[in-house]
């Protein structure tokens, strides 16, 4: 029973062409050079080869649709493996009978008691190859078709998340109080952050072009005080501190679920040098966010159920190619392309990841409360979800010089999908009492009885734009100064209360 994606069985040096066009078409990698598929084998060990479970989809194929179409999903995909799947099946069958004709012909060859007699079944033997042949170039193609389309489905949906579009997104908690306009009028964070030289957009637009920003002065300590003050936070809780590369194979991206929908625009940076250009080294692009260089982290690992969870805490830049809509509310800090981020993300077992869930909300809610944010917290509906979460949390506070709430934060449960595609799995602690220590010598028939696919999660701990956004407006104050707060504040030289 296969159900696995191509790349879980050992590759041969002859098979390397047809994996890295396969590696290309399942990642979205629509335009394959000729130099592309002329690759090292110790190139292909690099690779971080998708394992899908097909079966799954082919027997839940109508569930699976239903889930699809409710996260606003191209439900064609599932069908379309199912076809692949039974065709592969035909395909092995074929290929067992066509076998097991070469081997009887070979036996015959051997046996032959005249020239003629051997001349006619080595023709036998050689017909019996060229049609072997042709399956195992069809059976590529197959399984190459197979997982783009299984890379199309998104994850599975949690029974209790609200069906449709944002509006339908469910509000289960508020904390803080929400400034309200007054006399003076309120204003919004672009006018505060010019006012006090925190900000210069016009500047970095001749530099980099629009949506782009230089921090300066005060806006750049609240910056840096930001991730430390969140850094801080996430180890005293046990999270292991990392700096991320900002750098990742595209493939990796994908992923992790950022790969655009049908309709929709990549929202991706793509990474070029002339050293890269024309040449089969692996496309490379801008992360998106911390998230995935910390995904990557546990890529092709295999890791030991005591072990788990793992809690890291990841500092890199975040770099979106979203343009936005223009609008009066997206102005200033609230939609740009580049900006920086400190991400919580963790890797347990199944049994663990719901709690898990809760416990990135509890710190996500602490955080925002000693800023002192006013912030709701959303249960955000199927279309909301992306393809990677099964269950998603967004945060987003009161900013009242915006008049509107914005989100600042959200925290996912991504269950098996990433760690699917980057094959993360863990051994069993049963392993050990029953076999032997991790690294004994087994047979993998065996030993895989114990191996599973690990959860992931993953939260904003800050995103700095946005939460500069929420602090400049929540905490003005009727001088004109913002009062910085108490727990920002060690972080910043001198140890000011407030930014004049």
Known sequence: MLQRCLASRPLCRRSIAASRALSARCFGISSIRKADVEVEATAQHQRIRPQLNYKHFVDNSDAIERNIRVRNYDGDHVHQIKKLYLRKEQILQEQAHLSAERDAANGLIRGAKSREEREKHIAQGKAVKE??????????????????????????????????????????????????????????????????????????????????????????????????????????????????????????????????????????????????????????????????????????????????????????????????????????????????????????????????????????????TELGLCVRILDMPTEELGASAYRKYDMEAWMPGRGNWGEISSTSNCTDYQTRRLNIRYLSSEFKDKVGPKDVRVPWHIKEKWVQFCHTLNGTAIAVPRVIIAILETHQQPDGSVRIPEVLRKWIPGQPTHLR
């Open 131 to 368: 049609k072997l042949k042709a399956l195992g170039e069809e059976l590529a193609a197959v399984e190459e078709d197979m997982c783009y389309h299984g890379l199309m489905v998104p994850n599975d949906t949690h029974p209790d998340v609200p069906i449709g579009p944002e509006e339908n997104a469910r509000v289960i908690k508020v904390f803080g109080t929400p400034l309200q306009q007054s006399e003076p009028p309120l204003e919004d964070h672009l006018t505060i952050a010019e006012r006090l030289g925190l900000v210069d957009f016009g500047q970095a637009a001749k530099v980099s072009g629009s949506k782009f920003y230089y921090l300066k002065s005060g806006g750049a300590w609240l910056e840096m005080a930001l991730i430390q003050y969140a850094m801080d936070r996430a180890t005293s809780r046990g999270f292991l501190p990392v700096i991320t590369p900002d750098v990742v194979r595209t493939s990796v991206a994908y992923g992790c679920g950022f790969q655009p929908r049908k309709s929709e625009a990549s929202q991706i940076y793509d990474v070029s040098t002339a050293s890269t250009v024309s040449t089969t080294a692996p496309k490379l692009c801008l992360t998106g966010t911390a998230e995935i260089p910390l995904a990557g982290m546990f890529a092709d690992k295999m890791l030991k159920e005591e072990d788990l969870p793992q809690r890291v805490v990841g500092f890199g830049r975040a770099f979106r190619a979203e343009a936005g809509h223009g609008s009066a509310e997206e102005r200033g800090l609230y939609r740009v392309h580049q900006f920086s981020k400190v991400e919580l993300f963790a890797v347990s077992t199944p049994q663990q990841s719901d709690g898990i869930l809760e416990e990135l909300r509890g710190l996500q809610e602490e955080l925002f």
